[in-house]
């Protein structure tokens, strides 16, 4: 079965604080995984994703088979971090699997 | 201005009625999907297409349809069978084969009363 877990609801940080959010999978053949993020009053849209290993907005996400998991960090949250924040698996039908969301909320 | 478009935006029903919420896309993407979103539960899928004239029921397809009679558009009924219909509802494309995003809809939220 394929599902995706995201432990936290809500997560408050300071500005510039670490975050890390968290993202677990299970699937049983080798997932494509994304974050998608969605700012208040606009759509969904991809953050990144783990088969491009890049940097976007200075976050970050490593793909750790072992753990199934795939957190997404950033050294130091900004205001403008503040959204809703969803981890995505694509596997068996090629459909696309969220999980529950967090809302990052950081603080002045 | 290439994108996903649904409408409306709100829309509102009484009890009972079936509603119909659209969605085209000009990408040329294969593959569309419908997903609800509610509050703590994320985005659950319902129904999803990979070509023309072929769809999936996703986890909760119970009390929607849907049809692909067109690569753009992808529109999907809630019926009155559906037992909480009140929700938003948002609509994706993609492109098939590996490591590709989805694309989504502004959202249809829906209103039944």
Sequence with gaps: AQRV????????????????LKCNYSYSGSPELFWYV?????????LLRH?????????????????????????????EDSAMYYCALRGYGQNFVFGPGTRLSVLP | DGGITQS???????????????CEQNLNHDAMYWYRQDPGQG???????????????????????????????????????????????????????ESTEAFFGQGTRLTVV
């Design chain 1, 38 to 46: 969605q700012y208040s009053r606009q759509r969904l849209q991809l």
């Design chain 1, 51 to 79: 088969i491009s290993r890049e940097s976007i907005k200075g976050f970050t996400a490593d793909l750790n088979k072992g753990e199934t998991s795939f957190h997404l960090k950033k050294p130091f949250a900004q205001e």
């Design chain 2, 8 to 22: 409306p935006k709100y829309l509102f029903r009484k009890e009972g009625q079936n509603v119909t919420l659209s």
């Design chain 2, 43 to 97: 985005l659950r899928l319902i129904y999803y297409s990979q070509i023309v004239n072929d769809f999936q029921k996703g986890d909760i397809a119970e009390g929607y349809s849907v049809s692909r009679e067109k690569k753009e558009s992808f529109p999907l009924t809630v019926t009155s069978a559906q037992k909480n219909p009140t929700a938003f509802y948002l609509c994706a494309s993609s492109p098939t084969g």
């Design chain 1, 5 to 20: 877990t995201q432990p936290e609801k809500l997560l408050s940080v300071f500005k510039g604080a670490p975050v890390e």
